[in-house]
C-alpha cells in the first residue's frame, strides 16, 4: 500500500516492536494491548479487512 494514515504507521510500529520483543504474533494479538492503546478495535480499527490479511502476511513472513 503506498498511502498510510499516521494511525497506520504508528500501528506498524507497534507492531514492530512487539514483534522484536517477543518473536513471533499472532492476529488474536493485535486486538490486545499494546494495539488497543493505538485504537480500542485494535487492528480491526486500524485498517479495512483486506489490509489486515496483508499485514498477516507480512508479519508471517518476518517470523519465518
Same mark, same amino acid.
Given at each position: 500500500h503506498t498511502t498510510l494514515t499516521s494511525l497506520q504507521i504508528t500501528f506498524l510500529q %507497534?507492531?514492530? %516492536?512487539? #514483534?522484536?520483543? %517477543?518473536? %513471533?504474533?499472532v492476529k488474536e494479538d493485535l486486538i490486545k494491548a499494546p494495539f488497543t492503546q493505538i485504537h480500542p +478495535?485494535? #487492528?480491526r480499527g486500524v485498517f479495512a479487512?483486506? +489490509?489486515i490479511a496483508d499485514v498477516m502476511r507480512m508479519t508471517q513472513h518476518l517470523v519465518a
Open positions: %507497534t507492531l514492530k %516492536t512487539f #514483534i522484536l520483543n %517477543t518473536g %513471533t504474533v +478495535e485494535g #487492528i479487512a483486506p +489490509e
